[in-house]
């Protein structure tokens, strides 16, 4: 990869980084899973190519969000450790989930969950979650630990390298049918009929 290859990524990631805080959608201490092929991103098939070096600049970003918003990262492995997720221990504790037994690397966990475990201050490997808000580069199919209702979020930046883009939020669940009164809503015109 070229030099231009990653000063590219790295101005991309900051507009991604700096549309999240923006948004005013995350809130601190807020799970945020982060779901990501470097091989896609690179321009290759997923699992295929993995890089540290696109790894590094996608936590930095990741990081300075977390810095700045108070959200608690946690990194989604590959499919061969079933999308397992590497947090803070701190983190695990706090949402009060099961550790299990693994280090991702590369070739088991993918490029991105193996230079996290690295950068944590005290990393530790989760099965599943429940997040509040995530990311996805090269559809990692975050889904499956996300909230629900999920929300699609849209970047003005779709593209990360060669990977898209894909992200969402999560809002409480709606109940009572037609007559009820959600937070969102106008509640003066909807009490006219009481």
């Not at 909230?147 to 699609?152: E, N, S």
């Amino acid at each position: 990869m070229q030099e231009s290859f990653y000063q590219e990524l790295t101005v991309q990631m900051n507009g991604i980084q700096k549309e999240w805080q923006e948004s005013g959608r995350l809130q601190r201490g807020n799970l945020f899973v982060v779901g990501c092929s470097t091989s896609e991103v690179a321009g290759k098939s997923i699992g295929t190519a993995g890089t540290k070096e696109v790894a590094i600049i996608i936590y930095q970003a990741l990081k300075e969000l977390a810095d700045k918003t108070g959200i608690r990262l946690c990194f989604q492995c590959c499919e061969h450790l079933n999308r397992a997720l590497v947090m803070e221990r701190s983190t695990m504790i706090d949402f009060q989930l099961e550790e299990v037994s693994v280090i991702p690397v590369r070739k088991a966990g993918g490029a991105m969950a193996a230079y996290a475990f690295e950068q944590l201050e005290d990393p530790v490997v989760v099965e599943n979650v429940a997040a509040h808000a995530g990311i996805d580069f090269g559809e990692t199919m975050i889904g499956m630990h996300l909230k629900p209702v999920a929300v699609p979020f849209r970047f003005q930046q779709r593209f990360l390298g060669e990977a898209r883009v894909n992200a969402a939020y999560t809002r409480a669940k709606r109940i009572g049918g037609a007559r009820a009164v959600y937070p969102d809503d106008n509640h003066d015109s909807m009490n006219r009929d009481c």
